[in-house]
Structure formats: structure tokens, C-alpha cells
């Protein structure tokens, strides 16, 4: 593993937005039934829409896939998009009481947020080049180790002192959407700088 892959800022930028979809997403699957059982929810209604949202999660990577094969958008873009989706359902599913915010938050998180993960190699490749894809998959594992271990304290001492599983749902949410706005200010800034450098080629004489 090459550590001086840390020091890449486009990387920087990768690894925070990992971090940030680790913190939400690794412990959405303990708050959900958590959170069904605060509002009402029977076991076995939430075994349920685990079950069909299971079916939901092949066609949001099939989906993926198949966009980025086709290269519609940058697959930063997409990246990006996924994440912020999937923080929104789980915003719903917090505002939303019983089975229909339980079916809310798992349908963002499984058809947009796991699928995140098939992204990326891509992601990588796209933006510090294919050469760096391995050092890179090997620094994602460890950026979501970390990830994972802080958001178990997190939740928990959301969870002691509001005493309701709706605000980690609103945790979760706010660290997906974050990662999700981290990677589209980029995009944007990078937007702005080619269009300025089209119109400054438009400008230059012609011989």
C-alpha cells in the first residue's frame, strides 16, 4: 500500500466523502429496525421490506453499472447524486412515523447508498487515474474502518441523549447528504474553471 496516496488532494477529497458515507451508512441497518420498533412497527413488517429492498439494491447497482458503462455523466457526478438520494430517503424516513419511514430510509439507502461502493473504482480511476485504483480500493477499506468505529459512538450518544432513534435517522441523513455536497462543490468548481478555459481558447487569435 503507498501512503503518499493520502497527500493526493483529489484523493483528500474521496476519503472524506468514504468517511462521511460510513458514518451514515454502516449503522443505518442497526437504527431501522431500532427505529420500527420506537414507532409501532412489527418485526416482522420490517423483516419484510428488508426483504424487498434486498430486490431493490440489484437493480440500483445493475442501474449504476449500466450509467457508467454509458458514461452519461462523470461518474463522480453519479457518485455524488447516489449519496445525496440516498441522505434525502433517509430524511424522509426520519420525518415520516412507523413502516412507511422505515420502507424510506431503507429504499435510499440500498438503491443508492451501498451501490456507491461499485462506484468506486471508477471514481478513482476518474479523477487520480487507473495506476492508482488498487492503493486506492486498499485506502477505502481503511477510510471505512474508521468510518465505521466512530459512527457506532456516535449514534449511540445521539441515541442517550435525545432518546429517540428519529434523530440518528437524521444523523445519518445529514452525513450521506454532506458527502453528497463535499463532491458536488468540486464538480461545480471544476465545471466553472472548463468553462472559463473554453472561453478563453474561444478568445485566443487564430492563425
Not at 426520519?94 to 430510509?105: D, E, H, Y
Not at 476518474?126 to 492508482?132: A, C, Q, R, V
Not at 477510510?143 to 449514534?155: E, N, R, V
Amino acid at each position: 500500500m503507498n501512503l503518499k496516496i493520502l497527500l493526493m488532494p483529489k484523493f483528500m477529497l474521496i476519503g472524506v466523502t468514504i468517511v462521511l458515507t460510513a458514518l451514515g451508512v454502516s449503522v443505518f441497518f442497526n437504527t431501522a429496525p431500532a427505529l420500527g420498533r420506537e414507532t409501532g412497527v412489527s418485526k416482522d413488517s420490517v423483516a419484510l421490506v428488508m426483504t424487498l429492498t434486498a430486490l431493490v439494491e440489484i437493480v440500483g447497482r445493475t442501474a449504476n453499472g449500466f450509467l457508467a458503462d454509458r458514461k452519461i455523466m462523470s461518474a463522480l457526478l453519479q457518485y455524488s447524486l447516489c449519496q445525496f438520494g440516498a441522505g434525502f430517503f433517509v430524511l424522509l424516513g426520519g420525518i415520516f412515523s412507523g413502516l412507511p419511514g422505515v420502507a424510506l430510509g431503507y429504499l435510499g439507502v440500498v438503491s443508492m447508498a451501498t451501490t456507491t461502493l461499485s462506484l468506486m473504482p471508477i471514481v478513482i480511476a476518474e479523477l487520480i487515474g487507473e495506476e492508482h485504483v488498487t492503493n486506492g480500493m486498499s485506502m477505502q477499506q481503511c477510510l471505512q474502518a474508521i468510518g465505521m468505529t466512530a459512527t457506532t459512538f456516535i449514534s449511540g450518544y445521539i441515541y442517550d441523549q435525545t432518546g429517540s432513534w428519529r434523530y440518528v435517522f437524521y444523523y445519518i441523513a445529514s452525513a450521506l447528504m454532506s458527502a453528497s455536497m463535499i463532491s458536488g462543490v468540486y464538480i461545480l468548481v471544476a465545471y466553472c474553471k472548463s468553462k472559463r478555459a473554453g472561453k478563453s481558447n474561444q478568445s485566443l487569435p487564430t492563425a
